[in-house]
């Protein structure tokens, strides 16, 4: 399993905003599905926003209207904008991208390290 590499987390103050993004692996050539979750200690891992191939997104109650997921066709990256965060979005928020060898003989679920969010009230 090949790690992704997520950027953007860092500390902001409650109301403020973050942009995480995350690159495709050259291994993956047709994307089905490309993800965000996040997690706090001792709490199960929660799924944030979703965007499949045909570009439909969904996101979690608890983000909605505040965090938008998209795909950057130039950069081949997944983005995550969080906008007026709240403490309660203090978390690791990880990347999660499937999809597709070239041959499609290989189906690949990959995840990345992680990146912390700290929001300060």
């Known amino acids: 399993q090949v790690q992704l590499v997520e950027s953007g987390g860092g500390l902001v103050r409650a109301g403020g905003s973050l942009r995480l993004s995350c690159a495709v692996p050259?291994?993956?050539?047709?994307?089905?599905?490309m993800a965000w979750h996040r997690q706090v200690p001792g709490k199960r891992r929660e799924l944030v926003a979703t965007?499949?191939?045909?570009?439909?997104?969904n996101v979690a109650d608890s983000v909605k209207g505040r965090f938008t997921i998209s795909r950057d066709n130039h950069k081949n990256a997944v983005d995550l904008q969080m906008n007026s965060l709240k403490p309660e979005d203090t978390a690791v928020y990880y990347c999660?991208?499937?999809?597709?060898?070239?041959?499609?003989?290989?189906?690949?679920?990959?995840w990345g390290q992680g990146t912390q969010v700290t929001v300060s009230s």
């Open positions: 965007i499949t191939s045909d570009g439909d997104t």
């Open positions: 999660n991208i499937e999809g597709y060898s070239s041959d499609y003989e290989e189906f690949y679920e990959d």
């Open positions: 050259r291994h993956i050539f047709e994307i089905k599905k």
